[in-house]
Antibody, heavy 121, light 111 residues
Framework: VQLVESGGGLAQPGRSLRLSCVGF????????MHWVRQAPGKGLEWVSG????????AYAESVKGRFTISRDNAKNSLNLQMDSLRLDDMAFYYC???????????????WGQGTLVTVSS | QSALTQPVSVSGSPGQSITISCTGS?????????VSWYQQHPGEAPKLLIY???NRPSGVSSRFSGSKSANTASLTISGLQAEDEAHYFC???????????FGGGTRLTVL
């Protein structure tokens, strides 16, 4: 099992970035997928999750209305569209797999290596 | 929503046992048996240690164990080893609109 994120980088406040994650070595549409972020030197913060069939989406209050999660099971890919970026969105963003296809239980058994999002003017 | 409460740091000597607590509420830890624990070494991604309160994924040492009482979950590490020095995070499913909450993390130092 491998999860590979891409799309991180530098963005100005108010601008957008799109993160992607591709899964290898497992049946992608058997699993819910999530994004978890970690500001440098800080703790983990759950950002968003999507069920196996995109039927259930969920967001942290801090990103609701600004971020959009999606998946393409045909391409084994997970995406996070991040709009109206703020300084406090700066963090490593991890793609993570849930053991089941639903958002509960949120057992994150595999993680990507993380992609860094820097928000600065 | 508020993060789950963990001690900032704990320490122990090699061979000893330590316990890390994770305190929430009836909306999260106390309401569901969906507590997980993760280990994170510097510069690495988190690793799942315990899921659904007390279950270990294959490949995780039996020195790691989890439990829960009321609104507090606990991770116990027995027979401490130098390699256990890391940050540990708990998480729980929650009935709030955002379904997952993490603890603030605990730094374990092996003396």
């Amino acid at each position: 099992v491998q999860l590979v994120e891409s799309g991180g980088g530098l963005a100005q406040p108010g601008r957008s970035l799109r993160l992607s994650c591709v899964g290898f070595g497992f049946t992608f549409d058997d699993h819910a997928m999530h994004w978890v972020r970690q500001a440098p030197g800080k703790g983990l913060e759950w950002v968003s999750g999507i069920s196996w069939n995109s039927g259930t989406l969920a967001y942290a209050e801090s990103v609701k209305g600004r971020f959009t999660i999606s998946r393409d099971n045909a391409k084994n890919s997970l995406n996070l569209q991040m709009d109206s970026l703020r300084l406090d969105d700066m963090a490593f963003y991890y793609c993570t797999r849930s053991t089941f296809g639903t958002l509960a239980p949120p057992d994150f058994d595999y993680w990507g290596q993380g992609t860094l999002v820097t928000v600065s003017s | 929503q508020s993060a789950l409460t963990q001690p900032v740091s704990v320490s122990g000597s090699p061979g000893q046992s330590i316990t890390i607590s994770c305190t929430g509420s009836s909306s999260d830890v106390g309401g569901y048996n969906y507590v997980s624990w993760y280990q994170q070494h510097p510069g690495e991604a988190p690793k799942l240690l315990i899921y659904e309160v007390s279950n270990r994924p294959s490949g995780v040492s039996s020195r790691f164990s989890g439990s829960k009482s009321a609104n507090t979950a606990s991770l116990t590490i027995s027979g401490l080893q130098a390699e256990d020095e890391a940050h540990y995070f708990c998480s729980s499913y929650t009935s709030n609109s955002s379904p997952v909450v993490f603890g603030g993390g605990t730094r374990l130092t092996v003396l």
